[in-house]
């Protein structure tokens, strides 16, 4: 079973789990776990070939960031751990 820190709701996969977080997760969650600095988000922007490159770039980071604060949020159990 899976819970996640912003439901009680008892989810049976990782999967439906997420889904609920996702509609629930903070952007300081998110925020917590990116590992960019100001400095390294205008250097990546001013040494881009494209814009798309770095959005794409961009759009990365967060979806790892995002991924990571869903990982950490989440919990598994076996029935009958947690009353």
Known sequence: MFVHEYSDEEFATYEEC???LRAEID???IYDE???G???VLSRFLRR???QEFIGWFQEEIFAAEQAAIDGLIIEYEEGEVD
């Open 18 to 20: 997420a889904d609920s």
């Open 38 to 40: 100001m400095t390294e």
């Open 27 to 29: 952007i300081d969650d």
């Open 49 to 51: 070939k494209s814009d």
């Open 34 to 36: 990116l590992d960019l």
